[in-house]
């Protein structure tokens, strides 16, 4: 009968520990996700701009570019990103410094978050690279010489019909990046990032309520993931407008 | 005139003498690497003119079609269009490329180029594939895009399939959507680089007819082909080319009717 009444008595307990306001420590772990997903959107739409950059330098720049683009995407994909992150925060930040006080500026306190994203965003930058420069190659290249044949300037073209193009053959490449980056900004709680692992770190050891807590971040994590595959399911679907279902085809 | 002129006027046509010269070629030469693909082809078409580009597999037709829109860059030789030369700069290793990538670009944008692989985008419906150049290439507002748009393809035949995606419609009728895209940006000269050679016999018909009506409202065309009787049927010009050099070439009726090379003659018997 004891057991009854414990249960109950936890099960408050436990409401009060993840309740939104304090004594709960349900607000800090909301706040912590959304400067997670802050950083993963951020790092997200950095990597996808230096992965276009790197994707075009790689397939059609000139030799020194595309040296350029294969020594960066080489290195930062063997490096662990741990190592990249520790390396990028504390020494990338002591460089600006430097140089700033060199050139006769002051120190500045470069935030967290401004440096999370570039950090990450550098490292998805390599990957987004490489998934966008596979995804470019898949695209028809009768399609790519009929924009040619049409006088379309480089930039046009790349605007009207490489990205749409090739985005059904990136998505799930893509789609994997941004899942990983929601992910990977746990990693900046090594630099004292507040995101969500270090605030569940925090939350569970001034409470003890290890379990309970860890749980609860790896609920969100979870629920961060099922939005995304929706979202991306939309995308994708718009994405394949003018192409006819793999199943109906086989 | 040059010397080319002198040689191509073809003296059965003396009205196509009072045209403008839509597209010149003197002395074309291509390589690619050892192998020389073109080895000095010229030609004069004038406005109206089809020209008919006949010739085994390897003899160089399609290469000179793509080398007029610099698909492919001559290795040497002179291409003028509307009048306008093309000037182009050495790369350094025995090759030239453009010197004005906006000039190729303007020019391009009123050839209207039809591949025989289609090339649609398929990312875009029928409709925004013909309205696509018109739109943002020339500038064209995109309600009037719109409207001529429908009216080219109520031509060829596909109103019905406007919003319809690419890869839900037959070789023939992405063949003549791809035909529409190319009249849409209101070409000086249409060029067909082996139309209907990716379709399946039954669809070759719909193609060619659509071809043969452009070809008697007095369109410009240049067409690279295999289907001998259609070249007879429309060409005005038809230019026989083996090896990279023009072997032979007049008009149909001589070129069909008494060929003089013994290589043509043999060419007409085993495709006919």
């Known amino acids: ?250 | 005139m040059t010397v080319s002129d002198a040689v191509l006027t073809d003296p059965l046509q003396p009205q196509s003498a009072e045209q403008a010269e839509a597209i010149h070629v003197w002395n074309l030469h291509k390589r690619f690497g050892s192998l020389e693909v073109l080895k000095g082809v010229s030609m004069t078409a004038r406005d109206g003119d089809v020209v008919a580009l006949i010739g085994g597999s390897g003899s160089g037709k399609s290469t000179f079609l793509r080398c007029i829109n610099f698909l492919e860059n001559p290795t040497s030789g002179v291409i003028r269009i509307n009048g306008e030369d093309i000037e182009m700069v050495s790369d350094g290793v025995g090759g030239q490329y453009p010197a004005n990538r906006r000039q190729i670009e303007r020019i391009r944008s009123r050839l209207g180029m039809v591949f025989q692989n289609f090339n649609l985008w398929q990312h875009m419906t029928l409709l925004q594939n013909v309205i696509e150049v018109p739109v943002h290439v020339l500038g064209v507002k995109r309600d009037e895009a719109i409207a001529v748009g429908e009216q080219l393809l109520e031509r060829v035949g596909l109103s019905a399939k406007r919003d319809v995606y690419p890869a839900y419609l037959s070789g023939g009728q992405q063949q003549r959507g791809a035909i529409a895209r190319a009249l849409a940006i209101q070409p000086r000269v249409m060029l067909f680089d082996e139309p209907t050679s990716a379709l399946d016999p039954e669809l070759v018909g719909e193609v060619l007819k659509v071809i043969a009506d452009l070809a008697k409202e007095g369109r410009t065309m240049l067409l690279v082909t295999h289907e001998m009787k259609f070249a007879r049927e429309v060409a005005s010009h038809v230019m026989y080319l083996h090896n990279g050099i023009v072997e032979e070439e007049g008009p149909p009726e001589d070129l069909f009717g008494s060929p003089k090379s013994e290589r043509l003659k043999q060419f007409i018997r085993t495709v006919s």
């Open chain 1, 1 to 250: 009968m004891a057991d009854v009444s414990i249960i109950p008595e936890t099960l408050s307990q436990m409401l009060t520990l993840l309740s939104p306001s304090p004594p709960g420590w349900g607000g800090n772990l909301l706040r912590g996700l959304v400067h997670s997903l802050q950083i993963a959107l951020g790092a997200f739409g950095m990597g996808l701009i230096i992965g276009t950059l790197g994707a075009y330098g790689k397939l059609y720049g000139s030799p020194l570019v595309r040296d350029l683009a294969g020594i960066y995407t080489t290195i930062v994909r063997a490096v662990p990103e741990l190592v990249l992150i520790l390396l990028l925060y504390y020494a990338g930040t002591d460089l600006i410094n430097r140089i700033l006080e060199m050139a006769g500026y002051q120190r500045i306190d470069i935030s967290g978050l401004v440096a999370g994203i570039v950090v990450l965003g550098f490292v998805q930058g390599a990957y987004a690279t490489e998934v966008l420069r596979g995804a470019i190659k898949a695209i028809p290249y009768g399609e790519i010489e009929a924009a040619r044949a049409y006088g379309m300037s480089p930039i046009l073209m790349m605007r009207r019909i490489t990205l749409p193009s090739m985005l059904p053959y990136a998505l799930p490449g893509l789609a994997n990046l941004w899942l990983i980056a929601t992910k990977d900004t746990a990693l900046l709680a090594v630099v004292g990032f507040s995101e969500l692992t270090l605030e569940t770190r925090q939350a569970a050891g001034t409470t003890k309520a290890y379990f309970l807590f860890f749980m609860a971040a790896g609920v969100l994590y979870l629920l961060t993931t099922l939005f995304s595959n929706l979202i991306v399911g939309r995308i994708e679907k718009w994405a394949r407008r003018g192409m006819p279902s793999v199943r109906e085809a086989g």
